[in-house]
């Protein structure tokens, strides 16, 4: 499964969701940390909503940069 994931930096780390499995967050003190954090996240969250017998969503967000003028 893909799904996309938000990363956006802090005042002193990076945070990271993913828009399609509410409550699936991570964080680290890095880039790097961060994506490694917020695979595991998504791993356990999938396997505790199977676990639950919960419907695993697919993934509908989609990502796209807009260019604009400055």
Do not use: F, W
């Amino acid at each position: 499964m893909r799904y996309a994931v938000v990363i956006e930096k802090a005042q002193r780390n990076y945070a990271a969701y993913v828009p399609d499995l509410p409550g699936c967050v991570a964080t680290g003190q890095t880039l790097e940390e961060t994506e490694t954090q917020i695979q595991e996240a998504i791993q356990l969250h999938l396997h505790g909503m199977r676990e639950d017998g919960l419907p695993i969503p697919e993934s509908s967000s989609q990502v796209e940069y807009i260019e604009v003028a400055a």
